[in-house]
């Protein structure tokens, strides 16, 4: 699909210095510009490539004032950075604005689904599924029985959402996540094996939430595993049963959060974080790459470290840490002067 200059100016109420009608089919970096591609420029160190590119259209600020001759078309902005944002997601909901039933492709006659909808060949949609208006689920993806998906939500390729599992509105669940599965758990049952514990509850996904590739969260024995409303999580991150995520809550790849841990609002996890199961964890949070939390949590806590401290503690014991072997040293010289003068 080809835009032009004036026609992206209208989408982002903006200024075209240069060739009105250029066109444009494809997005660059502004250093890798080519013929029919958009760029941007918002961080000023990249200013020199804009007299180099190659691209037909750049987005810079309305303050932008060249100093040598330009072949690319300008469009003025107020923010060049948000405006190319807008325009990244004009083109991401062009590009995934498909419609319509692929075959081959299975929809339960006892299944609901409202306008608009977009079922991807080789996908599965259960009984008595509930699908809202503008859903688009992609090839391959799984959706079990008594699944109810919200207005505007899309499934990406291979994902499998298992039964009862509830998807608020404009969510997005990417390719291979897993929601739903049983949860981790077993009794031992005497003769030192484990006997599997019926896994009977669902996962709840509230409005706005993303669901990173490959992420697992698991079904609650009882009740329900919850996210809330516009929590991000990325890539490769595992859910325990009966776990709850707050609202606006962030978390980074290759975390894992034991079963009926409860993690509040505003939360900020980095990756490779490791939390043990039934804390509870407070609003506006932040924890460090790497750490592992082993107690509960209080609101506005910054966290370093496995087990981990507080930030400022942690910097402080790190400084000695690094010293150590100069501390070690002095302490045995002392020791030697001290015995040599007893």
């Known amino acids: 699909m080809k835009f032009t200059a004036q026609q992206i100016a209208g989408i982002l109420e903006g200024d075209v210095v240069g060739n009105p009608n250029a066109e444009v089919s494809k997005l660059s970096k502004i250093e890798e510009g080519f013929k ?165 509850g669902n996962v709840i996904i509230e409005d706005h939430v993303d669901i990173g590739a490959a992420t697992t969260i698991d079904r609650a024995t009882m009740g329900s595993t919850i996210i809330r409303e516009g929590a991000k999580l990325d890539n490769q991150i595992q859910i325990a049963h009966n776990v709850e995520i707050g609202k606006n809550t962030v978390i980074a790849a290759q975390t894992g959060i034991a079963g009926s841990t409860k993690i509040g609002m505003d939360c900020q996890i980095g990756g490779q974080v490791g939390i043990v199961g039934h804390l509870t964890i407070g609003n506006n949070v932040k924890i460090q790459a790497q750490s592992g939390i082993g107690r509960n949590v209080k609101d506005d806590e910054v966290l370093q470290g496995s087990p981990a401290l507080s930030y400022g503690d942690y910097n ?12 070690v040293k002095d302490i045995n010289d002392l020791e030697k002067k001290v015995n040599g003068n007893s």
């Open 316 to 327: 402080k014991s790190y400084v000695h840490f690094k010293n150590l072997p100069r501390i």
């Open 36 to 200: 029919g591609s958009l760029t941007f420029l918002a961080n000023p160190k990249y200013t020199p490539f804009i007299y180099t590119t190659k691209a037909s259209i750049t987005i810079v600020n309305k303050t932008f004032e060249p100093e040598n001759d330009l072949e690319t078309t300008l469009i003025k902005v107020n923010d060049a950075y948000l405006a190319f944002t807008k325009i990244l997601e004009y083109y991401n909901s062009v590009k995934l604005n498909k419609v319509g039933i692929e075959q081959p492709s299975f929809l339960s006659e006892s299944s609901k689904h409202g306008d608009n909808l977009y079922l991807g060949a080789f996908s599965y949609v259960g009984e008595n599924v509930v699908l809202g208006d503008n859903v688009k689920i992609f090839p391959s993806a799984y959706i079990g029985d008594n699944v109810v998906i919200g207005d505007n939500t899309i499934v990406f390729s291979g994902a499998k959402i298992y039964s009862e599992t509830l998807i608020g509105n404009n969510c997005v669940i990417n390719s291979g996540a897993i929601i739903g599965a049983d949860g981790f758990g077993y009794a031992p049952n005497g003769d030192g094996g484990y006997k599997k514990v019926p896994q009977t």
